[in-house]
């Protein structure tokens, strides 16, 4: 077993080193990492047994260190504490025998008390946060992933044979009593859309404990293979999964783009399951009969793929609560609805459909090769949830966000979003176990490729760190990660890089290879689609340097998602109907929330801005976000006008299929073009009105011209940058005429309030 294995830092975070301080005083945004999983053994280890576990710590550049050593609850933070000896690799190591559990630690290097930079779980000791390790019961065995290989020719010879392969060798590792391998225990099952079947073709070595899985004839799609075993005296391992994916063209989340579907407000594909309505709500935020059903007959139909859709992001499917509840307007009363008022941690809401529905929609998902996000709430809880009901003092209660004395900033971490959602407090070690297994359960129970995390901001570090510890010992062992992408609310002043350099770094904090892989790019959407593409106040100058910030200002590998509208503001076209009023949280601007609601947009110009906006989010680097609706330039203002039922193609209007048909083809072209996928972005000139940029890989370049000009206008630029060769023919992925590089340039015509793309 290890506990550390190399120094890592998390992007954005930096160690607060305090001379002196005690372990119990000292606090940093630093993370650490333990193995493993907790006792996979039903037998309660004796109080006596100590499993050894293995800590390293490698000074980071230029600093130089002479004595390291670590201490923490398992030797009552004596000081001096464990030395860790110089390990010949630039680093220093030490194996320290450890009772089973979980337990806060520090390193003291060089005398000062600090925070493990090398791995990744927190555990909070007398509300002092530490580096934190998880040891298992080392008498039971355990599994090493050697090697894990699918493999898929492409085309496949014939669209109901499949041609994938996986093989994979799984090292059997015996515990500390040295018990060999049981041969006759060993079974390997392969799941797919929630169904299992045992693997035949495993060949067991036991004179190396080593175990070789090979299956062929796969379809596309995802599996996870399951293996188990025992030694000897009948102690198991931990079961080890190997997730992976058998498809065409390997997915990657750059780039990827997402749908977000509130699955009440989506599409109703079974109406048995339909709620009542809720006496004393306001009919526009109770249930409204959307369900999984609904979702999967829209995966199945191909609505999503003529949208270019490669991820799903669905609003929390957990239980809600019962009844109604008062607005935070002092005077509405509404529903949960919408999935963030949890009452129970691993059930499904049977008004969404239940748990079968859900694995049935999420099986569809995969079998389009469309990846889906949970929304994982981390922050609240209702009142009535069971966690709350039976251990209180797990939560905070008190003061409320926005209220007197109770600063949204200031309070982030202990303030409650209303009074009957307690909050969630991270410092209790037990609650913060309990939720990461909670995280683990739905991934591995409904097969969900990822989480959105909710509200980060508003937890403790522990949360995102804790939380990718557990999912990457579970699943992780094929090297597909889980993905993880967050929700971190920022402001945004009309001023440059230099004073939102807090809004960038706040956001960065919680990514890194040992927290989440990317956040919602809150700062893009103050700078650009509400002040360049709904209303004037900015040109195409300011959407490009914005633009070209977020490239430079987040972590590198950091999957950013730009949007221009979400659950939680004003639609972008009822923006555009009142535009120059404001971002659309203004209780001026018609269609705002509960009174003088806004309605479908007859105003072409409504319709050109939304275009445009869709054109540049759905061309940009990340993973760009399209909210439901948004395909068709659905209108509403603040919650729940924002929220109005989903409508299909045969519902809309004519400007709204003109936009749909817009947007499909968008969706195509990032869909087909891997340049517009995963390209790095590159300026090649801009005015007030038009924006011209490339798109560049290796071996591909694009080139995207945006215009909200009044009339078509003519520009030429030069793409010897973006690698396209001297006479080759681009055509337009939007119907335009196509051009010819001459000159190692490029003359386009961009139609009024238009886009063109431009590739080989």
């Not at 002092?330 to 969404?352: C, I, K, N």
Request: overall charge negative; glycine content about 10%.
């Amino acid at each position: 077993m290890h506990t550390l294995a190399t120094q890592r830092t998390l992007v954005g975070l930096t160690l607060a080193v305090l001379s002196g301080c005690s372990p119990r005083s000292l606090l940093s945004d630093a993370s650490t990492d333990a193995r493993t999983d907790a006792s996979v053994d039903s037998e309660r280890p004796p109080a006596s047994l100590r499993c050894p576990t293995v800590f390293r710590y490698v000074p980071p550049a230029g600093r130089a260190v002479s004595r390291v050593e670590v201490s923490g609850e398992f030797n009552s933070w004596t000081q001096p504490g464990i030395p860790l000896t110089a390990d010949g690799m630039g680093g220093f190591a030490a194996t320290v025998p450890i009772p089973v559990g979980f337990h806060g630690y520090k390193l003291i290097v060089d005398g000062t008390w600090e925070l493990d930079l090398g791995g990744a779980r927190r555990k909070y000791v007398d509300g002092t946060e530490n580096s934190g390790v998880l040891v298992a019961d080392c008498r039971s065995p355990t599994f090493a992933v050697v090697r894990s290989t699918p493999t898929r020719p492409a085309p496949p010879t014939s669209p109901t044979v499949g041609t994938g392969r996986y093989e994979a060798e799984v090292r059997f590792v015996p515990g500390v009593e040295r018990a060999a391998l049981d041969p006759a225990s060993v079974r390997v099952s392969l799941r797919r859309d929630g169904m299992s079947r045992n693997v035949d073709g495993v060949t067991v070595d036991a004179t190396s404990n080593t175990l070789r899985i090979a299956v062929g004839a796969l379809a596309d799609g995802k599996y996870t293979a399951l293996v188990e075993a025992r030694d000897a005296t009948g102690r198991a391992a931990e079961p080890m999964r190997l997730p992976f994916w058998v498809e065409a063209e390997p997915f990657s989340w750059q780039g990827a783009t997402i749908y977000m579907a509130m699955i009440d407000r989506f599409a109703n594909g079974d109406r048995s399951n339909d709620a009542r309505p809720t006496s004393g709500v306001d009919p526009r935020v109770d249930y409204q009969g959307g369900d999984f059903q609904g979702l999967q007959a829209r995966i199945a139909d191909g609505t999503l793929d003529r949208l270019g859709v490669r991820a799903i992001w669905l609003a929390p499917v957990n239980r809600n609560a019962e009844g109604a509840f008062l607005a935070s307007d002092g005077q509405h009363r509404v529903m949960g609805y919408h999935g963030y008022w949890p009452t129970r941690a691993r059930e499904v809401d049977p008004r969404l459909g239940g748990a079968e529905a859900l694995r049935a929609m999420i099986a569809e998902a995969h079998r389009h090769g469309i990846r889906v996000l949970q929304d994982f709430v981390v922050n609240h809880v209702h009142r009535d949830h069971e966690y709350f009901r039976t251990h209180p003092e797990w939560f905070r209660t008190g003061c409320v966000c926005g209220t007197n004395n109770c600063d949204w900033t200031a309070n982030r971490l202990e303030c409650l979003f209303t009074d009957y959602l307690p909050d969630v407090n991270w410092t209790v070690p037990e609650l913060s176990l309990r939720l990461a297994d909670d995280a683990a359960f739905w991934v591995d129970e409904f097969d969900f490729d990822g989480l959105r995390v909710d509200a980060v901001k508003h937890v403790e570090d522990i949360a995102v760190l804790n939380l990718r510890a557990t999912l990457h010992e579970r699943f992780e062992n094929t090297g597909l990660r889980v993905f993880l992408t967050g929700e971190t609310a920022m402001g945004w002043s009309d001023c440059g890089v230099g004073c939102n350099r807090e809004q960038y770094d706040t956001i960065s904090r919680y990514m890194g290879p040992l927290a989440l892989d990317g956040q919602a790019d809150f700062v893009l959407y103050h700078a650009v689609p509400y002040r360049a593409f709904s209303s004037d106040q900015m040109g195409m100058i300011h959407v490009d340097y914005w633009t070209q910030q977020s490239q430079q200002q987040y972590p590198a590998g950091g999957i950013m998602t730009p949007y221009i509208g979400s659950h939680d503001t004003a639609r972008f076209a009822t923006l555009a109907a009142y535009r120059g009023q404001g971002p659309g949280l203004d209780p001026s601007i018609p269609g705002n929330q509960w009174d003088n609601i806004a309605t479908v947009q007859t105003d072409p110009n409504v319709y050109q801005r939304h275009r445009l906006a869709m054109s540049w989010v759905l061309t940009i680097p990340g993973a760009p976000l399209v909210y439901y609706g948004d395909e068709y330039a659905a209108w509403g203002g603040g919650d729940p006008n924002n929220r109005t039922l989903w409508r299909d193609e045969s519902m809309l209007s004519t400007a709204e299929r003109a936009m749909l048909t817009h947007v499909r083809a968008l969706g195509s072209a990032r869909r087909e073009l891997v340049a517009m996928r995963e390209g790095e972005y590159v300026s090649l000139g801009a005015t007030e009105e038009t924006l011209v940029f490339g798109r560049r890989t290796r071996t591909q370049g694009a080139v995207v011209a945006l215009s909200k000009a009044n009339t078509p206008r003519m520009v030429t630029v030069s793409v010897s940058a973006l690698g396209l060769s001297e006479g080759s023919t681009l055509r337009d992925r939007l119907g335009g005429p196509s051009v010819v590089v001459r000159g190692g340039s490029v003359s386009v015509s961009i139609p009024s309030w238009g886009a063109v793309i431009l590739a080989p």
